[in-house]
């Protein structure tokens, strides 16, 4: 199992770059008097359900039914983590806040979300190569950084939302079949789903590096 006390400090770590993020946002907000950059709240609470999905999968990965559950809802809510990265596309000159506060108040956002993120995905990462050898461990990376980059291009560009996958899973399936049908089309999806997964790659081998030397219970 996890070393609690050390996981606890990460997320701890993660909890005051959160609050640091929403401070910034209530002072812009008390400064300017509008509500500028509200839905980053709500951005940043998706990027933690990956988090608390990824504790109930640890918590019930001998319970096949349960972990199958939580380990699914962390893959169709872990691209939300990575998306706030693309809320820079909301970055411009507003009033007279300077367009340097706006920059490190995306930021903040972007780095708490991410980091979250990532550390759910360690979680997972090394459940399963615990039980499954190191091999599949970053095979699951992989996979999921894969399959994450194509959700943030999902989400960013076609607007579709992590929970249309379990509500409305015939309509994604329709627009995705007819979308990547066009060639200029499939290659934006590509071209945009790679350099992602490439960046999140490297992300992820940097959060691990300092990581390597925390000792963990046996599994």
């Known amino acids: 199992m996890l070393h609690k006390q050390n996981e606890i400090k990460l ?12 401070l910034l946002l209530a002072g812009r907000w008390l400064v300017v008097g509008k509500a500028s950059f509200h839905f980053m709240v709500w951005n940043l609470f998706l990027a933690w359900l990956p988090l608390l999905f990824a504790a109930l999968a640890w918590r019930w990965w001998e319970k096949r039914p349960f972990s199958l559950l939580f380990t699914t809802l962390w893959l169709l809510f872990f691209p939300n983590a990575p998306y706030i990265l693309t809320d820079f596309v909301h970055l411009r000159q507003r009033g007279n806040v300077p367009l340097w506060f706006d920059f490190l108040l995306l930021l903040a956002f ?5 980091y979250v993120g990532l550390l759910s995905l360690d979680w997972l990462h090394r459940l399963v190569a615990g039980k499954n050898g190191r091999f599949s461990g ?5 996979t999921t950084l894969t399959l994450s980059s ?3 291009y999902m989400g960013r560009f076609w607007r579709w939302n992590s ?3 379990l509500l409305r899973p015939t309509a994604v399936l329709s627009h995705l079949a007819q979308t990547l ?10 071209a945009v789903t790679f350099l992602l997964t490439i960046i999140l790659i490297v992300s992820y081998t940097l959060f ?12």
């Not at 972007?110 to 991410?114: H, P, Q, R």
């Open 138 to 142: 970053w095979l699951f990376v992989l």
């Open 181 to 190: 049908a066009q060639p200029a089309n499939a290659q934006h999806t590509a």
């Open 11 to 22: 997320v701890l770590w993660g909890a005051a770059g959160s609050l640091l993020a929403v």
């Open 110 to 114: 972007a780095l708490a979300g991410l």
């Open 208 to 219: 691990r590096f300092p990581q390597k030397e925390r000792r963990f219970k046996s599994l």
């Open 163 to 165: 929970w249309d996958m």
């Open 150 to 152: 194509f959700g943030v």
